[in-house]
Protein backbone atom coordinates (compact mmCIF):
# COMPACT_ATOMS: atom_id res chain seq x y z
CA UNK A 1 0.00 0.00 0.00
CA UNK A 2 1.10 3.40 -1.06
CA UNK A 3 2.34 5.20 1.89
CA UNK A 4 0.18 8.06 1.54
CA UNK A 5 -3.11 5.82 0.89
CA UNK A 6 -2.30 4.66 4.15
CA UNK A 7 -1.87 7.92 6.32
CA UNK A 8 -5.28 8.54 4.84
CA UNK A 9 -6.56 5.59 5.59
CA UNK A 10 -5.55 5.95 9.28
CA UNK A 11 -7.13 9.14 9.44
CA UNK A 12 -10.42 7.84 8.12
CA UNK A 13 -10.60 5.27 10.78
CA UNK A 14 -10.10 8.10 13.35
CA UNK A 15 -12.50 9.97 12.53
CA UNK A 16 -15.13 7.47 12.08
CA UNK A 17 -13.83 5.91 15.69
CA UNK A 18 -13.67 2.20 13.78
CA UNK A 19 -10.71 2.13 15.33
CA UNK A 20 -10.33 -0.94 17.80
CA UNK A 21 -10.54 0.17 21.60
CA UNK A 22 -7.83 -0.60 24.06
CA UNK A 23 -9.89 -2.28 27.24
CA UNK A 24 -11.68 -0.07 29.50
CA UNK A 25 -10.01 0.63 32.86
CA UNK A 26 -10.72 -1.56 35.59
CA UNK A 27 -11.48 -4.48 32.91
CA UNK A 28 -9.79 -7.67 33.51
CA UNK A 29 -6.70 -8.20 31.26
CA UNK A 30 -7.15 -10.75 29.01
CA UNK A 31 -4.75 -13.59 29.27
CA UNK A 32 -2.63 -15.55 26.69
CA UNK A 33 -5.81 -16.80 24.69
CA UNK A 34 -5.10 -14.23 21.25
CA UNK A 35 -7.43 -14.44 18.28
CA UNK A 36 -5.37 -16.41 16.10
CA UNK A 37 -3.85 -14.12 12.99
CA UNK A 38 -4.16 -15.34 8.96
CA UNK A 39 -3.66 -13.02 5.79
CA UNK A 40 -7.32 -11.71 5.12
CA UNK A 41 -8.48 -11.94 8.46
CA UNK A 42 -9.87 -8.54 10.56
CA UNK A 43 -7.14 -7.64 13.46
CA UNK A 44 -8.01 -9.01 16.59
CA UNK A 45 -9.37 -6.93 19.49
CA UNK A 46 -6.48 -5.70 21.39
CA UNK A 47 -5.75 -6.94 24.97
CA UNK A 48 -3.86 -5.90 28.11
CA UNK A 49 -1.50 -7.82 29.76
CA UNK A 50 0.57 -7.58 33.10
CA UNK A 51 4.31 -7.20 32.40
CA UNK A 52 4.65 -9.53 35.57
CA UNK A 53 2.08 -12.25 36.58
CA UNK A 54 2.91 -12.16 40.30
CA UNK A 55 3.38 -8.29 40.47
CA UNK A 56 5.83 -5.98 39.15
CA UNK A 57 9.25 -5.71 41.48
CA UNK A 58 9.42 -2.15 43.21
CA UNK A 59 5.43 -1.60 43.64
CA UNK A 60 4.29 0.83 46.01
CA UNK A 61 0.91 -0.22 45.98
CA UNK A 62 -1.57 -2.58 44.07
CA UNK A 63 -3.68 0.39 42.34
CA UNK A 64 -4.26 0.63 38.71
CA UNK A 65 -0.82 2.65 38.61
CA UNK A 66 1.34 0.14 40.18
CA UNK A 67 0.64 -2.28 37.55
CA UNK A 68 2.47 -1.89 34.36
CA UNK A 69 0.43 -3.46 31.25
CA UNK A 70 1.26 -3.68 27.25
CA UNK A 71 -1.51 -3.42 25.39
CA UNK A 72 -1.82 -5.99 22.47
CA UNK A 73 -2.25 -4.63 18.94
CA UNK A 74 -1.94 -7.79 16.61
CA UNK A 75 -2.10 -7.02 12.48
CA UNK A 76 -3.41 -9.50 10.95
CA UNK A 77 -4.38 -8.70 7.95
CA UNK A 78 -0.96 -9.22 5.62
CA UNK A 79 1.57 -8.94 8.79
CA UNK A 80 4.67 -8.73 8.50
CA UNK A 81 6.12 -10.16 11.39
CA UNK A 82 7.65 -6.63 12.52
CA UNK A 83 6.33 -5.49 15.96
CA UNK A 84 6.89 -2.19 17.99
CA UNK A 85 6.67 -1.19 21.61
CA UNK A 86 4.87 2.57 22.01
CA UNK A 87 6.33 3.81 25.22
CA UNK A 88 3.55 7.52 25.03
CA UNK A 89 4.74 10.77 26.35
CA UNK A 90 3.22 12.82 29.35
CA UNK A 91 6.74 14.39 31.35
CA UNK A 92 6.55 11.13 33.50
CA UNK A 93 3.85 12.10 35.02
CA UNK A 94 1.02 11.18 32.82
CA UNK A 95 0.44 9.00 29.49
CA UNK A 96 -1.26 10.15 26.71
CA UNK A 97 -2.27 6.78 25.44
CA UNK A 98 -4.82 7.90 22.90
CA UNK A 99 -2.91 9.88 20.31
CA UNK A 100 0.51 8.94 20.61
CA UNK A 101 -0.81 5.00 22.03
CA UNK A 102 -4.34 3.72 20.51
CA UNK A 103 -4.17 5.91 17.27
CA UNK A 104 -0.90 5.25 16.54
CA UNK A 105 -1.17 1.41 16.79
CA UNK A 106 -3.83 1.63 14.46
CA UNK A 107 -1.21 2.91 12.11
CA UNK A 108 0.72 0.51 12.71
CA UNK A 109 -1.55 -2.15 11.87
CA UNK A 110 -2.62 -1.08 8.59
CA UNK A 111 0.78 -1.44 7.61
CA UNK A 112 0.57 -4.97 8.82
CA UNK A 113 3.14 -3.77 11.68
CA UNK A 114 2.03 -5.23 15.55
CA UNK A 115 2.20 -2.45 18.60
CA UNK A 116 2.14 -2.96 21.99
CA UNK A 117 1.20 -0.04 24.14
CA UNK A 118 3.14 0.36 26.93
CA UNK A 119 1.74 1.44 30.35
CA UNK A 120 4.65 1.98 32.41
CA UNK A 121 4.97 3.12 35.83
CA UNK A 122 4.94 7.08 37.06
CA UNK A 123 6.92 9.73 38.76
CA UNK A 124 6.13 11.25 41.28
CA UNK A 125 5.34 8.02 43.05
CA UNK A 126 8.46 6.03 41.04
CA UNK A 127 11.75 7.17 40.13
CA UNK A 128 14.60 6.20 37.93
CA UNK A 129 14.80 2.88 37.44
CA UNK A 130 11.40 1.81 37.81
CA UNK A 131 10.63 2.72 34.54
CA UNK A 132 13.65 1.93 32.39
CA UNK A 133 12.76 -1.21 33.86
CA UNK A 134 9.35 -1.17 32.75
CA UNK A 135 10.14 -0.98 29.15
CA UNK A 136 13.02 -3.53 29.29
CA UNK A 137 10.45 -5.82 30.88
CA UNK A 138 8.13 -4.75 27.60
CA UNK A 139 10.75 -5.67 25.04
CA UNK A 140 11.98 -9.43 26.88
CA UNK A 141 8.07 -10.23 27.24
CA UNK A 142 7.51 -9.74 23.41
CA UNK A 143 10.96 -11.12 22.53
CA UNK A 144 9.71 -14.38 24.39
CA UNK A 145 6.51 -14.50 23.50
CA UNK A 146 6.92 -13.62 19.53
CA UNK A 147 6.08 -17.04 18.23
CA UNK A 148 2.56 -16.24 19.95
CA UNK A 149 2.31 -12.82 18.79
CA UNK A 150 2.80 -13.67 15.42
CA UNK A 151 6.07 -11.26 14.97
CA UNK A 152 9.88 -11.65 14.91
CA UNK A 153 12.28 -12.15 17.53
CA UNK A 154 14.52 -9.88 15.39
CA UNK A 155 11.92 -7.62 14.40
CA UNK A 156 11.01 -5.81 17.76
CA UNK A 157 11.71 -1.73 17.83
CA UNK A 158 10.86 0.87 20.39
CA UNK A 159 8.97 3.64 19.61
CA UNK A 160 8.71 7.01 22.13
CA UNK A 161 7.34 10.28 22.09
CA UNK A 162 8.17 13.47 24.15
CA UNK A 163 9.29 11.67 27.83
CA UNK A 164 8.37 8.42 25.78
CA UNK A 165 10.56 9.42 23.73
CA UNK A 166 13.45 9.63 26.97
CA UNK A 167 12.36 6.22 28.20
CA UNK A 168 12.95 4.57 24.62
CA UNK A 169 16.12 6.46 23.72
CA UNK A 170 17.16 5.19 27.47
CA UNK A 171 15.97 1.82 26.84
CA UNK A 172 18.55 1.78 22.93
CA UNK A 173 21.32 3.06 25.49
CA UNK A 174 20.93 1.08 27.97
CA UNK A 175 20.35 -3.27 27.27
CA UNK A 176 21.38 -6.34 27.86
CA UNK A 177 21.62 -9.75 26.02
CA UNK A 178 19.44 -11.36 29.30
CA UNK A 179 20.65 -13.93 32.14
CA UNK A 180 20.73 -17.39 30.18
CA UNK A 181 20.06 -18.64 33.90
CA UNK A 182 17.17 -16.52 34.96
CA UNK A 183 13.92 -18.99 36.46
CA UNK A 184 11.46 -16.44 34.80
CA UNK A 185 12.25 -17.10 30.78
CA UNK A 186 11.02 -13.43 30.26
CA UNK A 187 14.58 -12.71 31.90
CA UNK A 188 16.39 -14.88 29.69
CA UNK A 189 15.53 -12.29 26.72
CA UNK A 190 17.15 -9.64 25.19
CA UNK A 191 15.70 -6.24 25.92
CA UNK A 192 17.75 -4.59 23.24
CA UNK A 193 15.45 -3.14 20.67
CA UNK A 194 16.01 -3.75 16.79
CA UNK A 195 15.29 -0.53 16.07
CA UNK A 196 14.39 2.83 17.68
CA UNK A 197 11.42 5.34 16.63
CA UNK A 198 11.38 8.35 18.60
CA UNK A 199 8.98 10.88 18.15
CA UNK A 200 9.84 15.16 19.30
CA UNK A 201 11.43 13.58 22.51
CA UNK A 202 13.47 14.83 25.36
CA UNK A 203 16.96 13.06 24.99
CA UNK A 204 18.93 15.15 27.29
CA UNK A 205 19.10 16.17 30.83
CA UNK A 206 21.25 19.20 30.30
CA UNK A 207 19.56 22.56 31.89
CA UNK A 208 18.49 24.46 29.81
CA UNK A 209 18.07 22.10 26.99
CA UNK A 210 15.58 19.46 28.71
CA UNK A 211 12.23 19.25 29.88
CA UNK A 212 12.65 20.41 33.38
CA UNK A 213 9.09 18.54 34.13
CA UNK A 214 10.50 14.92 32.65
CA UNK A 215 13.42 15.82 35.02
CA UNK A 216 11.84 16.13 38.17
CA UNK A 217 9.44 13.82 38.14
CA UNK A 218 12.01 11.01 37.09
CA UNK A 219 14.60 12.24 39.67
CA UNK A 220 12.73 14.73 41.98
CA UNK A 221 14.18 17.90 42.94
CA UNK A 222 17.85 18.85 42.77
CA UNK A 223 18.95 15.45 41.20
CA UNK A 224 22.37 14.07 41.40
CA UNK A 225 24.81 15.50 39.27
CA UNK A 226 25.57 11.67 38.59
CA UNK A 227 22.19 10.73 37.48
CA UNK A 228 21.50 13.79 35.05
CA UNK A 229 24.55 12.91 33.02
CA UNK A 230 23.46 8.94 32.82
CA UNK A 231 20.00 10.21 31.88
CA UNK A 232 21.16 12.56 28.97
CA UNK A 233 21.34 9.90 26.56
CA UNK A 234 23.28 11.69 23.92
CA UNK A 235 26.38 10.69 25.88
CA UNK A 236 25.43 6.94 25.80
CA UNK A 237 25.24 6.28 21.84
CA UNK A 238 27.56 3.51 20.85
CA UNK A 239 28.07 1.28 18.03
CA UNK A 240 25.26 -0.75 19.06
CA UNK A 241 22.62 1.43 19.47
CA UNK A 242 19.67 0.54 16.97
CA UNK A 243 19.11 2.35 13.96
CA UNK A 244 16.77 5.02 14.87
CA UNK A 245 14.21 7.54 12.80
CA UNK A 246 13.60 10.80 14.52
CA UNK A 247 11.41 13.25 13.99
CA UNK A 248 10.79 17.00 15.69
CA UNK A 249 9.41 20.52 14.98
CA UNK A 250 11.78 23.81 14.97
CA UNK A 251 8.45 25.38 16.98
CA UNK A 252 8.24 22.88 19.23
CA UNK A 253 8.70 25.53 22.80
CA UNK A 254 7.51 22.17 25.45
CA UNK A 255 10.93 20.28 23.82
CA UNK A 256 13.28 21.87 21.79
CA UNK A 257 14.53 20.26 18.74
CA UNK A 258 18.14 20.70 20.24
CA UNK A 259 17.15 17.08 21.75
CA UNK A 260 16.98 15.44 18.48
CA UNK A 261 19.25 17.38 16.75
CA UNK A 262 21.76 16.00 19.75
CA UNK A 263 21.10 12.41 19.81
CA UNK A 264 21.41 12.49 15.56
CA UNK A 265 24.86 13.68 15.85
CA UNK A 266 25.70 11.26 18.30
CA UNK A 267 24.54 8.01 16.12
CA UNK A 268 25.99 9.71 13.22
CA UNK A 269 29.84 9.82 15.48
CA UNK A 270 28.91 6.33 16.09
CA UNK A 271 27.95 5.45 12.62
CA UNK A 272 24.37 4.10 13.25
CA UNK A 273 22.17 4.59 10.59
CA UNK A 274 19.86 7.56 11.33
CA UNK A 275 17.51 9.37 9.88
CA UNK A 276 16.06 13.02 10.99
CA UNK A 277 13.38 15.34 9.87
CA UNK A 278 12.71 18.93 11.45
CA UNK A 279 9.84 20.59 10.39
CA UNK A 280 9.81 23.84 10.77
CA UNK A 281 6.39 24.38 12.08
CA UNK A 282 3.76 22.06 14.86
CA UNK A 283 3.59 22.41 18.75
CA UNK A 284 4.47 19.51 21.03
CA UNK A 285 2.93 16.98 21.28
CA UNK A 286 1.44 16.33 18.14
CA UNK A 287 0.92 12.72 17.59
CA UNK A 288 0.37 11.54 14.20
CA UNK A 289 -0.54 15.12 13.04
CA UNK A 290 -3.04 13.65 10.90
CA UNK A 291 -4.94 17.61 10.18
CA UNK A 292 -1.39 19.07 9.48
CA UNK A 293 -0.66 18.87 5.89
CA UNK A 294 3.10 19.38 6.00
CA UNK A 295 3.82 17.88 9.53
CA UNK A 296 1.35 14.88 8.80
CA UNK A 297 3.87 14.05 6.31
CA UNK A 298 6.34 12.33 8.82
CA UNK A 299 4.34 8.70 9.31
CA UNK A 300 5.08 8.58 5.37
CA UNK A 301 8.76 9.06 6.08
CA UNK A 302 8.36 6.71 9.01
CA UNK A 303 6.78 3.79 6.21
CA UNK A 304 9.53 4.76 3.69
CA UNK A 305 12.38 4.27 6.40
CA UNK A 306 10.94 1.11 7.48
CA UNK A 307 10.46 -0.02 3.96
CA UNK A 308 14.03 0.61 3.12
CA UNK A 309 15.15 -1.43 6.01
CA UNK A 310 13.52 -4.15 5.18
CA UNK A 311 10.76 -4.40 7.97
CA UNK A 312 7.44 -4.26 6.00
CA UNK A 313 8.28 -7.08 3.94
CA UNK A 314 7.84 -10.32 5.14
CA UNK A 315 11.01 -12.16 6.09
Not at 137 to 155: H, I, K, M, P
Not at 297 to 306: E, I, K, M, R
Request: glycine share 12%; charged share 15%; no cysteine.
Amino acid sequence: MHASILVALVTVLIASGALPQAPPAGQPVAGRGAQPAGRGAANPVPSEIPLWESGAPGALGSADEDKPTLTIYRAARGATGTGVVVAPGGGYGALAMDHEGRQVAAYFNAMGVSAFVLKYRLGPKYRHPIELGDAQRALRLVRSRAQEFGVNADRIGLMGFSAGGHLAATAGTRFDTGNPSAPDAIDRASSRPDFLILGYPVITFETGVTHAGSVRNLLGENPDPKLIELLSNELHVTAQTPPTFLFHTNADTGVVAENSVRFYLALRKAKVPAEMHIFENGPHGVGLALGDPALGAWPVLLTNWLRGRGLLTKP
